[in-house]
């Protein structure tokens, strides 16, 4: 029988007490390509926005010789693939005194945890990815986990191909070839977020119509992390539709550690699929931090990635470095290298400063009184066991 269990570490301290590992999915590295096509879309939808863009689209092109594309721009987190890795592995291993088993996951790319195998400490890390999977005019992010190494290569090739040139029939027969490595985990990331805003209706229609093709080759749905309570409880009632088991996911992209992990009784990631997949057995436990007001921790990730962190290793401190767009000649380039006058214009470095100052106190305290949920949502997602 297939279980599902939910635990709050505010509420339980003792809740990985007889557990092996804790198990750490779904974060982030500066290998990850973080889409800007968000901005382009906020200039179309809010109409108070349209003459500041065409304003500063003008502004480029005369000063620049640059015409903004958003869609070939995008930007990285700020923790290399050593610096996320010790982030997740520390929080497992000294606030729940347990073993740690990291699996990370950047948007369609495996360079991290292929870096990471150098390392004595990460050597038996995952090769993991997070696809971006077209369907229709939308698209669903699936962790991938766990890819056997000698594949990697094959399936990063494989997968590319395919979003050059999706179709809903060959998205089946991937996720079939995926489902038939035996220790492959294969999740479906944050189900309920519309993330490329089709509208909230239609999007539930296309996960119908995703799962009614696809279900039998996804292993668990995703309680993610930076998403909200009550997005949250929907993907548990989504999963209860569909008879399956909910996984933790922080989908961290900042500098805090993961809100959610697994507890399990595994010493490995093999294991680990195994008690997933095969056993149907899940263990999600929230830490702390998801109790935190979800505005105030989105704009604690929103600070995360506009900081500069002098002490972290060069590419990674400015986050000017971290942001990247086309030049004149079209070879993508950090921005730090395009601006005119060697530093970001007047009315961006104002823009990031007035943001900063929400993160400062006493106003950022302010905003999180605000911002504070009522104490019953902290276990809003339901009964601890889920059948």
């Not at 823009?351 to 911002?371: C, E, H, K, T, Y």
Request: charged share 20%.
């Amino acid at each position: 029988m297939q279980q599902s269990r939910i635990s709050y570490a505010w509420q339980q301290p003792e809740a990985a007490r007889g557990y092996i590992s804790g198990v750490s999915l779904h974060s982030h590295t500066n290998q990850s390509k973080e889409t800007l096509d968000f901005l382009a879309k906020m200039a179309v939808e809010f109409r108070i926005l349209r003459p500041l863009f065409a304003s500063r689209e003008r502004r480029c092109r005369e000063n620049h010789g640059i015409e903004l594309n958003y869609a070939a721009s995008y930007w990285t987190p700020p923790l290399t693939p050593r610096l996320a890795f010790d982030l997740e592995r520390r929080q497992i291993e000294d606030r729940l005194q347990i073993s740690a088993l990291v699996s990370i996951t950047d948007h369609d790319d495996i360079q991290a945890p292929l870096l990471l195998r150098s390392v004595p400490s990460a050597r038996h890390i995952p090769v993991s990815l997070e696809w971006t999977a077209p369907f229709a005019e939308t698209a669903f992010h699936l962790g991938i986990h766990n890819l056997p190494s000698a594949l990697g290569p094959y399936w990063m090739e494989t997968l590319a191909k395919f979003t050059a040139n999706p179709s809903d029939m060959q998205l089946t027969a991937l996720l079939a070839e995926l489902h038939a490595l035996p220790n492959v985990l294969i999740l479906f990331n944050h189900p309920m977020w519309d993330l490329y805003r089709i509208g909230a209706d239609l999007h539930r229609l296309r996960i119908d119509q995703f799962l009614a093709r696809n279900a039998e080759f996804i292993h668990a749905f995703e309680l993610n992390g930076l998403r909200s309570w009550p997005e949250n409880r929907e993907v548990i009632r989504l999963a209860q539709k569909w008879k399956q088991i909910v996984i933790s996911g922080g989908d961290r992209h900042g500098v805090e550690p993961n809100a959610n992990v697994n507890l399990t009784h595994a010493t490995s990631f093999n294991e680990f699929v195994q008690e997933v997949r095969y056993e149907r057995r899940s263990h999600v436990l929230f830490m702390p931090q998801y109790a935190e007001p979800w505005k105030h921790r989105i704009l604690q990730s929103t600070l995360d990635a506009i900081r500069n962190y002098p002490d972290f290793p060069e590419g990674s401190r400015n986050w000017d470095d971290r942001v990247y767009h086309p030049d004149a000649q079209g070879v993508v380039r950090p921005v730090s290298q395009l601006w005119a006058a060697g530093q970001a214009p007047g009315y961006i470095r104002y823009v990031l400063a007035a943001v900063r100052m929400m993160g400062i106190a006493p106003l950022s305290s302010g905003l999180r009184f605000a911002w504070n949920e009522p104490h019953e949502l902290r276990t809003a997602l339901g009964e601890q066991e889920l059948a």
